[in-house]
T-cell receptor
Framework: GQNIDQPTEMTATEGAIVQINCTYQTSGFNGLFWYQQHAGEAPTFLSYNVLDGLEEKGRFSSFLSRSKGYSYLLLKELQMKDSASYLCAVKDSNYQLIWGAGTKLIIKP | ETGVTQTPRHLVMGMTNKKSLKCEQHLGHNAMYWYKQSAKKPLELMFVYSLEERVENNSVPSRFSPECPNSSHLFLHLHTLQPEDSALYLC?????????????FGPGTRLTVL
């Protein structure tokens, strides 16, 4: 079967750095997405990786290793507004998105 | 209106009711999706319409019935639902093509079945 694993919940301090991991086992791979979802709101796109390596976008970076079936989302200079759920999703061989259950990130002052 | 809109935002219904959820996308995309989001579970893809043709999903109960009259509008018709169907129902759209196709989500309808 297809599976996306990510931690259920993480806690970090304002101003710090946090890394949210995602491991996947899917039938084929056509890219990995990270989305942010604030409570009661729609998921919004953060990043896309299809090749190995690091993609940087401001305070957020996303890394991919296809050989290891592994990705992480790195958030720097954490702000209170970064408190949200972070969803990892992989596009499989049929170009359908397979979603993880999300990681709830709690930022403390 | 911009992006993806959904109505209603909240819906409470009894098990014998019939209701419909509406989604509209203003992005010129050619694919639309219905997802179910339950607490602490992955997003569950229910239906996909690509170029206005439905991609079947045999795991969705027949009490959920989608309709896509054109590329901008998507409906989810609900009848004789069960309490376990209570969840957040999200609509999304994308420009269907191989490779990168970011999905844009609406705000969702919070459904409660009594």
């Amino acid at each position: 079967g297809q599976n996306i694993d990510q931690p259920t919940e993480m806690t970090a301090t304002e101003g710090a750095i946090v890394q949210i991991n995602c491991t996947y086992q899917t039938s084929g791979f056509n890219g990995l997405f990270w989305y942010q979802q604030h409570a009661g709101e729609a998921p919004t796109f953060l990043s896309y990786n299809v090749l190995d390596g690091l993609e940087e976008k401001g305070r957020f970076s996303s890394f991919l290793s296809r050989s290891k079936g592994y990705s992480y989302l790195l958030l720097k200079e954490l702000q209170m507004k970064d408190s949200a759920s972070y969803l990892c999703a992989v596009k499989d061989s049929n170009y359908q998105l397979i979603w993880g259950a999300g990681t709830k990130l709690i930022i403390k002052p | 209106e911009t992006g993806v809109t959904q109505t209603p935002r909240h819906l409470v219904m009894g098990m014998t009711n019939k209701k419909s959820l509406k989604c509209e996308q203003h992005l010129g995309h050619n694919a639309m999706y219905w997802y179910k989001q339950s607490a602490k579970k992955p997003l569950e893809l229910m239906f996909v319409y690509s170029l206005e043709e439905r991609v079947e999903n045999n795991s969705v109960p027949s009490r959920f019935s989608p309709e896509c009259p054109n590329s901008s509008h998507l409906f989810l018709h609900l009848h004789t639902l069960q309490p376990e169907d209570s969840a957040l129902y999200l609509c999304a759209s994308s420009q269907e093509e191989e490779g990168y196709n970011e999905q844009f989500f609406g705000p969702g309808t919070r459904l409660t079945v009594l």
